[in-house]
């Protein structure tokens, strides 16, 4: 079931899970963000079929303009991840990422979670900036630790460190 909220320009949002109809729309939307990591097409199916609802769609006019791509983690049932969060360009410098992640987690897949995690690399001060703003905002710890280390990929690439908000109070 959709929900809605209004923008700061007064413009009206949708918030929805993903369905499998979404995953080329989530390709896109990464892709143009220009600021992401693009997985294949297959990988975005994937998400908006079987992990649907943990995948946040924000749409506008029909048009996806955010997303949250995200699934709960087998070893650790409480947590909610968060694997990208997407805005499109048009729609930056709006707090469109906090609204994203707090709409995030209202979605049927999410809503009894007691942690939101994500991996985020030491460059990546944005994203850091993101986490502890909607932990503040929830008036909740936002704790960080080491958790894939640079040996751990096949290819060059920063290490990623585990970003832990929470805990929420249940529903």
């Known amino acids: 079931m959709p929900m809605t909220a209004a923008t700061d320009d007064n413009d009206t949002l949708t918030y929805r899970a993903a369905t499998p109809e979404d995953g080329a729309a989530l390709w896109r939307l990464v892709r143009d963000a220009g600021t992401l990591e693009l997985n294949s097409a297959y990988f975005y199916l994937i998400f908006a079929t079987d992990f649907g609802e943990t995948c946040l769609i924000a749409e506008r006019d029909g048009v996806t303009v955010g997303a949250v791509v995200g699934y709960r983690p087998p070893r650790d049932p409480d947590a ?68 894939f280390t640079e040996n751990l990929f096949p290819e060059p690439h920063e290490a990623e460190r585990l970003y832990r908000i929470g805990p929420f109070a249940q529903p």
């Open 80 to 147: 909610a991840f968060v694997w990208q969060v997407g805005v499109a360009p048009q729609m930056r410098g709006k707090g469109m990422g906090k609204k994203l992640l707090r709409e995030w987690l209202k979605l049927p897949g999410v809503r009894d979670a007691r942690w939101m995690t994500a991996t985020i690399t030491a460059d990546n001060v944005p994203s850091q900036k993101l986490f502890k703003a909607v932990a503040r905002d929830l008036g909740v710890d936002c704790t960080d630790h080491p958790h």
